[in-house]
């Protein structure tokens, strides 16, 4: 009943600043939902919500005309006299009736495409209308699921009181608005400030819904939804789309407005499908309602995505303008049930000719200290889309959960719930924590099989750790410390590593990293074979790609961003480094090779790979982001990258105090990483890497230069623009000058989706090349071709490439297994 009470008053204080209210309904009493509601002749709007609710917020008493607006019924115009607040009005509106032009059934081309050329041909100039404007922005995201799994999530759901999910494991995961002020300017300008940030059960948590990424245009030829998706007003759209001319209608003004059905011509490419609405005479974009599938996204877990604007011409400055926008999705994996949906308004805009120079700079958005504290009645007063019982209920429940979940007893309760010790803990794993303080101890266990791994030098080893935090997610300050044991078996030695971690704040990420202790370290620093990789190659085929040193280390780090684009680090350690060797030929599956030893100068030779020396080493390294821009979040600063630009990456390293001088040395190399999408071909990339060592006959082969081979026919991650696949991992190290060369190009289905039968595999095809000059060696280099996105149905995690390799001619070829998900299981 409380939760009744509750919910009623905040519907009922709702309406205490909602001046003009009411619902819209269709003829047979349906809600229409997201009907848009507009003060004629103003840029002042607002939106129903999904049960057809409005409310419009006016200054004063008087005569006013609304006009009420949605896609498929006619607009109504309903003038009203307010004499009190809050005026109720409830409209109905009418199904729009199309007239269909005797044409149409002819044996002529559809109208459709003499509209729509008029359209392509004039877009630039109705683009340009809008493309320079101030104006208030809204905007709601809710996400909710269906079906969850108590197995999967580990949500109690028949503890009514805390779950956030019903006895059917649905309901909202997350609820959020923004209001805010913004500045645009075509194509990408943006300076916002959000006023107001509200997240259901999170009084302390800034919602991330901003302007950025709204501002879908359909007068450009691409649309970017991660993928650059072909507008059905790009100069190419009849490659793509055909039209058909399902009737025209007059709207308020008497304009003509006609309702083109968008048909993509083939089914596995970027497009839209749906409607747009067309302007006669000025062939502006009235309203648009299109369907995006998930394939076509290049997004297996989405089903389909609904767009929807709408635009509202105002006869003072003859402007049709955007002042609705809704995402509505759904997705699903598992059988859990995804929907979604973002609603944004625009209201009070401001044409602009121009803008005062400095308006627009790296900050793109400023997110106010207090934006999170707004009570109710604000709230009320200004969010033009008035909540569902839904949502209010949400907000009334998640609230109360959390402020059971901040208070103090609730806090000690879990804590000592959470605290309790038990014997398999000493197995298993054991956190004490101290909520209250903001303060954890952590014991790893050691039956954790993540932790398990096998190399030929320590044969089975396994790690814990031992750890104290203490964490401000408010200040974003965080000190974590403590000390991870590893014991290799066959090695029969326990190695001991201790650190130390400490960050500053979110604003420049200022950190200072100490460590020290000995452990087993690969000889390439980058690591290119992973442990898992590693294991299973040693077991199964015998084969021990991975080689490893004894480190004996102490090592101070410090890093912070220097300026907006500008990262820097700096880093001195003391090493000792002795040489191991193998101490097992343990095998899962029998074979009559023998392992290779543990000396990556002559695997076939197990003499130790060097004398034990120990050397200071220090670096200096910066990360340059031209073009970099960010979000201002109370706290903290989220870096937003400028895809136009380059990164670069320098670094100097110098070896000194070593136990023998021919163990030092200078060091020098730059990177620079370059990524862009080339309009609907899919995405370039390139890694150019440089560098070159001075003083460095004699040094040891530990900091020689080593580049990412692969032996193991296996890929992981998302791309290969920082790996050799058929390159031996230690054949072409060098202490003297090298360049080193990555780029790929992944046509995203540009090619594939245009083939007959092959475009129902959905693969991408992705063509690349690599290549390292050392002044030692001839040139090597790699062609790769292959396929990305292949699986079933929703999981496409695989990638499939044919690589050849040339040294002086063709050296060799092999095909490469590309499993995305290892990198994140390793």
């Not at 493309?131 to 028949?158: N, T």
């Not at 650059?228 to 407005?257: C, R, W």
């Not at 979000?631 to 870096?639: E, F, K, L």
Request: aromatic letters at 14%; one cysteine or more; hydrophobic letters at 35%.
């Amino acid at each position: 009943m409380h939760k009744f009470i509750a919910v009623l008053l905040l519907l009922m204080c709702g309406t205490v600043h909602a001046q003009i209210r009411g619902k819209v309904t269709s003829e047979d009493g349906v809600p229409i939902p997201f009907a848009n509601v507009i003060l004629e002749n103003t840029y002042k709007s607002t939106t129903a919500n999904d049960k057809g609710e409005y409310a419009i917020n006016v200054q004063e008493k008087g005569r006013y005309t609304l006009l009420f607006q949605s896609i498929g019924y006619k607009t109504k115009k309903e003038a009203v006299t307010v004499t009190a607040f809050p005026h109720q009005l409830d409209v109905v509106l009418q199904d729009e009736t199309y007239q269909l032009d005797e044409v149409v059934i002819s044996n002529k081309e559809d109208p459709a495409y003499a509209i729509m050329r008029s359209a392509i041909a004039n877009k630039k100039q109705n683009s340009a209308k809008t493309g320079r404007f101030e104006a208030d922005f809204y905007s709601k995201g809710i996400f909710k699921v269906e079906d969850v799994p108590e197995r999967i999530m580990g949500i109690k759901v028949e503890d009514e009181e805390e779950s956030i999910l019903d006895s059917t494991g649905s309901g909202i995961i997350y609820l959020s608005e923004t209001v805010s002020k913004i500045k645009f300017e075509q194509p990408n300008k943006l300076k916002e400030r959000i006023v107001a940030s509200k997240i259901s059960g999170n009084d302390n948590g800034f919602s991330y819904n901003t302007a950025r990424g709204t501002f879908y245009n359909f007068y450009n030829d691409y649309i970017d939804l991660d993928i650059n998706m072909v507008s059905p007003l790009a100069d190419n759209a009849f490659n793509y789309y055909k039209f058909s001319f399902e009737g025209s209608f007059f709207d308020e003004n008497e304009t003509q407005i006609n309702k083109i059905k968008v048909i993509p011509r083939r089914d596995k490419e970027p497009v839209f499908e749906g409607y747009i609405y067309i302007v006669e005479n000025s062939w502006a974009i009235s309203a648009i309602d299109f369907d995006i599938k998930g394939y076509r996204m290049q997004q297996p877990m989405l089903d389909v995505l609904n767009l929807k604007q709408n635009f509202t011409y105002n006869t003072k400055n003859n402007v049709w303008a955007k002042n609705s926008q809704t995402f509505d999705f759904k997705a699903g994996a598992f059988g859990i049930k995804f929907m979604g949906k973002f609603t944004h308004v625009y209201n009070n805009y401001v044409f602009k000719d121009s803008f005062d120079e400095g308006v627009f700079g790296k900050e793109i958005v400023y997110i106010e200290k207090d934006s999170n504290k707004k009570d109710s009645l604000y709230w009320n007063k200004m969010r033009p889309v008035p909540l569902t019982e839904e949502e209010v209920t949400d907000y009334i429940k998640k609230d109360s959960i959390q402020t059971l979940h901040t208070s103090e007893v609730y806090l000690d309760s879990i804590d000592k719930k959470s605290n309790k010790f038990g014997v398999f803990d000493v197995l298993t794993g054991y956190t004490y924590r101290n909520s209250k303080n903001k303060t954890s101890y952590s014991y790893g266990g050691v039956l954790d099989p993540t932790q398990a791994s096998f190399n030929t030098v320590q044969g089975w080893n396994f790690n814990t750790d031992l750890s104290f935090r203490k964490y401000d997610e408010v200040t974003g300050k965080y000190t974590t410390m403590g000390a991870v044991f590893n014991y290799g078996i066959a090695e029969d030695r326990l190695r001991v590593r201790g650190f130390f971690s400490h960050t500053f704040n979110r604003i420049n990420n200022a950190s200072l990293y100490l460590s020290g202790g000995n452990e087993v370290a690969q000889f390439n620093s980058a690591e290119p074979i992973t442990k898992l990789q590693n294991m299973v190659s040693s077991l199964f085929f015998k084969d021990n790609y991975m080689k490893l040193y004894d480190n004996t280390f102490a090592s101070a780090q410090y890093q912070q961003r220097v300026a907006t684009g500008l990262f820097m680090m700096g880093n001195v350690q003391y090493t000792r480094r002795r040489a191991l060797q193998n101490n097992t030929d343990y095998v899962l599956i029998k074979n009559k090779d023998a392992y290779l030893s543990n000396n990556p100068l002559d695997p076939t030779n197990d003499a130790l790979a060097f004398e034990t020396h120990n050397l200071m080493k220090a670096s200096v390294y910066a990360r340059i982001n031209f073009g970099q821009k960010y979000i201002t979040r109370p706290y903290s600063r989220v870096m937003v990258s400028d895809a136009n630009y380059p990164t670069i990456h320098l670094q100097y390293q110098k070896g000194f105090a070593a136990s023998e001088s021919e163990y030092e040395y200078d060091f020098v190399a730059a990177r620079v990483y370059y990524g862009t999408t080339l309009g609907n071909k899919g995405d370039f990339d390139i890694n150019l890497k440089g560098g070159k060592f001075f003083n460095a006959d004699g040094i040891s082969f530990i900091d020689y230069k080593h580049f990412n081979g692969n032996q193991t026919h296996v890929g992981s991650g998302q791309s290969y623009l920082n790996v050799f696949n058929l390159l031996p991992y230690y054949t072409h190290s060098t202490n003297d000058q090298y360049f080193e060369m990555h780029t790929e190009h992944n046509f995203k289905g540009y090619i594939m989706n245009k083939v007959p039968l092959l475009n129902k595999l959905q693969w991408n095809l992705v063509l690349g090349y690599h290549q390292i000059s050392t002044p030692d060696y001839k040139p090597y280099s790699e062609f790769t071709a292959g396929f990305d996105n292949i699986g079933i149905g929703k999981f496409r995690m695989l990638r499939i490439d044919y690589v050849r390799s040339y040294q002086s001619g063709f050296k060799t070829d092999g095909i490469i297994f590309g499993l995305k998900f290892l990198d994140v299981i390793d």
